[in-house]
């Protein structure tokens, strides 16, 4: 295929929101084209818990968790930053794989069902054409389609060049991600808080834990790098002291990202189908960005095989599309922006932990409001 021919669909990211569009859309006989800025696998700061609401949809997509080494979450560990905690039977259950096996395999089964892949390369500039769009990348490449979709996540150069509003605004926090070697429960999803952000544990795959935190990013300027804030202010959490005092860092170097941002962001802009993260993000660890990112390329993708097949127009498309989107995912959003109030405040904290402990029965329905159905 050149590098001219008009493709149905051009997908921005191979996250896992892109990567489930590519399938879906490759695999219904559609011309997809997926540009990535790295080349697979390579890990991404993620907490690695995936709710078990989108287990059977990644596996009609030939994808089995658990063929893959997934571990099964059964428990959830939330602790104040004082580290009194409390544990909660997780009602739904999740599984926990490193993203870098995790996008890796949906990699495979999107490249074996058709999606042309362009890796190492970044998608800078969309423009308009009389038909369809025109996407350019950092390489000088350009490449046609009737539709794209916007998965890059959340944030990128492309949202900067589109002038997105969410850009120019300050989040003030950074994730940070490593996995170790240390002793913890297979089962178990764990969160700690300590002050100024919370810290999600769960053992991936290679028997590793994934250890991977949101902070105030005034905190590492405050304690003069990841480092020592690690061993000065996460480590006051009793069950995070272990962590960052004797456990072994597995990668060479930690992972951060800067500029976390949650707000509501548009779903669909300048005819741009976003995706994923790109079209809005929850708390992450308070919730499941990750299996909103796939049930949202789930409904995204379904829509616009039906657009295809000629059963809906563009304008019906992207009017259904949103809708759909809020009417799954708003609600979901805001109560994990409520429940982000309870993480990284003393007070605050120790309440929440405290409250669960007093009122067992709010346990459970407080976990089902972040977490969705069986997709
Ligand atoms: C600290 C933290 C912890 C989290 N923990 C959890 C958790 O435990 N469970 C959970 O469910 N969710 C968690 N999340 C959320 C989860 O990581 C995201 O919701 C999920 O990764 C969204 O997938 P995506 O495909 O939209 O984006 P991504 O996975 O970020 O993929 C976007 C892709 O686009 C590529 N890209 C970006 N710009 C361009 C460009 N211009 N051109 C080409 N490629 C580009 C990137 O390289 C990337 O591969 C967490 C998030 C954070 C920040």
Redesign the pocket.
Known sequence: MSLNTKYDVLI????????CNAIELSKAGLNVIL????SYP?H????????MEVAGYVKSLGFDPFEHGAKAMKRFQLSSIKGSSVFVDLPLGGFSIS?YQF?LALYEIAQESGTTFVLE????KVEHLEQGYEVS?KKGKSYQAELVIG????R???DKNMKRAFFKEQTGYS???CHYEGDFPEDL?ALHNFKGGYC?L?QVETGHVNV???VKTSKIKEFGGIDKMEKELLSQNPHLHPVFHQWKPVFEKKLA?SQ?YFKQKTIVEDGILM????AG??Y??A???????IHAAKILSSLIKSYFKGDIDIKTLEQEYERSWKNHFSSRVNMGRLFQRFFGSPLVSSTAVGGMRLLPFLRKPVIKMTHGKPV
């Open positions: 921005i990211g191979g996250g896992l929101a892109g990567l540009v990535e800025k790295k390579f991404k700061v993620c907490g690695e818990y995936v709710s993203r996008d390369d970044e998608a800078q990348t998965a890059q996540g959340k990128s150069i492309i994730g940070i991600k999803v999600g769960s991977c935190y949101l990202i976390v995706s994923g993260d790109a993000m929850i992450p660890l919730g499941n960005g990750m299996a909103m990112a």
